[in-house]
């Protein structure tokens, strides 16, 4: 005899609750970057992409973001640490009065004492590393440099130690891309990164664009993937016990066992507790976005995966999550078709 299909939460739940509200505005101060990973989105980027955001145009956007009610920003790459006048943005999202300022970061640079210690003095309160493997074979071969693994682990010890002494009040967590290279490992690596110290870990889907387009063993199916992926919900369930989320998977290839108990789904499903977020990017020439002012286009990033980066198939229209569900990104339809989705009625 089957077991019953859980009951989902009824439509008012899931409106009530999608995301965090917070006023949020991610800043991107140039596509330069210190790594060459497999799965970047943005390939080699041409060389005018490469040049950084004035500070004069980074303390406007600031200023217009905070005017509009924003208190939390990050700041965005390629690699924000390469970026010279980052400790000078840091410090005057401070001045101005950001209580969130984030980056989301490789941090092999933060191995770095000195600027670890000039980023902190500047008033960063958060950092989201990039890390895509628990060895250093994987993460190395990830990201195309060798030394990586060490210099990531050197940065995320640094981190914690300032966390723990109350210098990042709002935390250091890991981003993981979800791959074809490194999916079956996914406990293993969240097993690592737990033993630093680490308490926030978030498992994004891969975005296949840019260099990820020429490796096809880079984006494995969503049936393949999902398997792990609750072993990875349960082990921290019922041992872990830590802040884990996942993102970029369409609801209905989740099970109900997640979806039907919404303790679960709001704790793990990563499209329920994202910050609202604005984006500010260089588009000088409008990069298809709706709004190009001064040579930055302004965007909202939940909108823009909706309605311009991912697809929704015809029978989305009848599913109960298609408010919260942001849909498929294009290359996967094209890589592996439609038939792993339906409308969860």
Do not use: F, M
């Given at each position: 005899m089957s077991a019953p299909t859980p009951a989902l939460p009824d439509k008012a739940q899931l409106f009530e609750i999608q995301r965090d509200r917070r006023?949020?505005?991610?800043?991107?101060?140039?596509?330069?970057?210190?790594?060459?990973c497999v799965f970047c989105l943005d390939g080699?980027?041409?060389?005018?992409d490469r040049s950084y955001i004035k500070i004069e145009t980074m303390k406007e956007e600031l200023e217009r973001f905070y005017a509009d009610g924003a208190r939390s920003v990050g700041f965005l790459g390629g690699e924000p640490t390469t970026y010279p006048k980052l400790p000078h943005a840091i410090a005057y999202a401070r001045e101005l009065g950001y209580t969130r300022i984030a980056i989301a970061t490789n941090?092999?640079?933060?191995?770095?004492?000195?600027?670890?210690?000039?980023?902190?003095?500047?008033?960063?309160?958060?950092?989201?590393?990039?890390?895509?493997?628990?060895?250093?074979?994987?993460?190395?071969?990830?990201t195309r440099v060798p030394g990586n693994f060490l210099k990531k682990q050197q940065a995320l010890k640094l981190l914690v130690k300032a966390r723990d002494a109350g210098r990042l009040r709002d935390n250091v967590s890991v981003n993981i891309v979800?791959?074809?290279?490194?999916y079956k490992v996914l406990p293993r690596m969240l097993k690592y990164f737990f033993s630093l110290g680490i308490d926030d870990v978030r498992a994004n889907f891969i975005r296949t664009e840019g260099y990820a387009t020429e490796e096809a063993s880079l984006t494995p199916t969503y049936k393949q993937v999902v398997p792990v992926l609750v072993k990875t919900v349960l082990l921290n369930e019922f041992h872990w016990k830590k802040n884990f989320t996942f993102g970029g998977f369409p609801m209905c290839v989740l099970p109900l066992?997640?979806?039907?108990?919404?303790?679960?789904?709001?704790?793990?499903?990563?499209e329920f507790r994202d910050l609202d977020t604005s984006c500010s990017i260089r588009a000088?020439?409008?990069?298809?976005?709706?709004?190009?002012?001064g040579g930055r286009a302004r965007f909202n990033w939940q909108d823009r995966k909706r309605y311009d980066l991912k697809h929704h198939l015809p029978t989305c229209q009848d599913c109960r999550y298609s408010h919260v569900c942001e849909g498929v990104w294009g290359y996967y339809l094209g890589a592996h078709g439609e038939r792993e989705f339906s409308a969860i009625p």
């Open positions: 006023p949020n505005v991610e800043i991107n101060v140039g596509k330069a970057c210190n790594n060459k080699l980027p041409k060389a005018e941090a092999t640079r933060l191995r770095l004492e000195h600027y670890l210690e000039r980023v902190l003095d500047a008033g960063l309160t958060r950092v989201t590393v990039s890390s895509h493997g628990h060895t250093a074979a994987l993460e190395d071969r990830l979800v791959n074809g290279w490194n066992e997640v979806l039907g108990n919404w303790r679960l789904a709001q704790r793990y499903v990563g000088e020439n409008g990069d298809g976005v709706a709004k190009v002012d």
